[in-house]
């Protein structure tokens, strides 16, 4: 059995594969933004895990602003001497720039610094585990690309472009954490899976009831995460990016080793690390 970190785990495709994951007998710690869902999910859980099957209590938390990531990762060695994987899945798609109480771009901040610190706040635990790492990226990332001079999207900032580059930032932190630390880590695509990510879009919510029509359930978002996270294969000291349960190449920027190794420094400056 293992203790698998969960982020993102109170809804849609974290909320899927952390049910799934019990129901396979793993230690899920839950971790999501509101209560009362992950309070749901955290149920569910518990209805499906094996007798016998502690299911740990769930941890809700903000990843907006970096102190409340250090917070978590104080909690969780905390309460885990052990952490066999951490899955970096939660994210937010904003409708508008909208800047964090640390002066970030919220896509920067929630989709890639918050997985950033907490990997690196967690990283000797998971290798004294060892664990791996897996980080629920996107087919967006191809949108995305990286202005160092501009890391806020003070000019031109468009919901695609900074989720776009939110999900770049996790195929190339995925790498070069790989590349520096020889953690076991991968990256993957779900899939294109009817959630909440895009809720605060007026065009959404519009074409929500047809939904379900083009888009697959959060169960079939979750099956490449649950096998990177408990298969052979997610162990494999790689650093790869996967889609349906399979390496996959991304786009050129994506497999760029100088930009993976700048922006981890500038990831660490902005989260006030040593590189
Ligand atoms: N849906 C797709 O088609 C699709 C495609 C490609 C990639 N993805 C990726 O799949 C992952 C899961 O997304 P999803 O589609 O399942 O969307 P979702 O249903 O909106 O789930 C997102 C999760 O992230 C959490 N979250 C958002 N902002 C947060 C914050 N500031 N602090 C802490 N937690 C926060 C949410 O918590 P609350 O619900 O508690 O607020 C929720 O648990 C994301 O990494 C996304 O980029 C999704």
Redesign the pocket.
């Known amino acids: 059995m293992a203790k698998i970190v969960l982020?993102?785990?109170?809804?849609?495709?974290?909320?899927a594969a952390a049910v799934e994951l019990t129901k396979r007998g793993q230690q899920v710690v839950a971790?999501?933004?509101?209560p009362e869902?992950?309070a749901n999910v955290h149920r569910q859980m518990v209805l499906v895990a094996p007798s016998g099957l502690d299911v740990p209590e769930p941890i809700a938390?903000?990843?907006?602003v970096m102190a409340d990531v250090r917070h978590l990762a104080a909690v969780l060695l905390e309460r885990c001497p052990r952490i066999d994987v951490l899955v970096n899945?939660?994210?937010?798609?904003p409708s508008r720039r909208v800047l964090t109480a640390d002066g970030y771009e919220l896509g920067l901040a929630?989709?890639h610094l918050?997985p950033y610190l907490m990997t690196r706040l967690l990283v000797d635990r998971l290798r004294d585990s060892a664990g791996r790492v897996v980080t629920?990226?996107?087919?967006?990332h191809v949108k995305g690309s990286f202005d160092f001079g501009d890391l806020q999207m003070e000019r031109g900032w468009r919901s695609q472009l900074s989720?776009g580059r939110s999900?770049l930032a996790?195929i190339l932190f995925t790498s070069e954490l790989h590349r520096r630390t020889q953690l076991p880590a991968s990256s993957f695509?779900?899939?294109?899976?009817?959630?909440?990510?895009n809720?605060n879009s007026p065009f959404v919510r519009l074409v929500k009831p047809f939904e379900r029509f083009v888009?697959a359930p959060?169960e079939k978002?979750a099956e490449t995460l649950v096998w990177l996270a408990t298969d052979a294969e997610g162990a494999a000291p790689r650093g790869l990016y996967y889609a349906d349960r399979g390496p996959v190449d991304p786009s050129p920027l994506a497999r760029d080793g100088e930009l993976a190794a700048q922006l981890w420094k500038v990831s660490a400056d902005l989260v006030g690390l040593e590189p």
């Open positions: 982020t993102g785990a109170s809804s849609g495709i974290g909320a971790v999501g933004r509101s869902k992950l938390a903000d990843l907006t899945n939660a994210a937010a798609q929630v989709n918050a629920t990226s996107s087919s967006t989720y999900k996790n695509h779900p899939g294109a899976i009817s959630t909440d990510l809720r888009l959060p978002g």
